[in-house]
Every structure is written in C-alpha cells, then in structure tokens.
C-alpha cells in the first residue's frame, strides 16, 4: 500500500510541476494494472475535489466543515 501511495505521490508531483516528459517515462514504467489504478485514482480525486470547490463556491470560498464559515 505504501508503494502504491508514493507512486501516486512521484506521479501527482510530476504533474503538478509540469514535468510532462519524466511523468510520460515514469507512467510508461508501470503495469498495465498500475496504469488502471492510477487513472482511477486520478478520476476520483479530480471529481472530489471539483466537489470541494463547489461547495466552498457555495459557502463563500469558506470551508464548509470549517466552523468559523457558520457551515455544517
């Protein structure tokens, strides 16, 4: 579980420092499983947190679950 996590996290910082070509040889070093799980991965994080900014959208860019913004 720990592998998988950091090989989340090696792919998430790649991508997130816009290092395209070393993210396309890191992925290109994976499972055809691995590739399956990181692409889900991927989906529901991007879905979640479209979702967290939604609602903070909604609560006034406050955090709902913060309890200075008055929300639930």
Known sequence: MASRSLAFQNAMSMARDGDLQRLAVYLEAMTPDQLVEMAGTARLLNIEAGQ?????????CASPADPASGGP
């Open 52 to 60: 967290a900014l939604a609602r903070r959208a909604h609560y006034g």
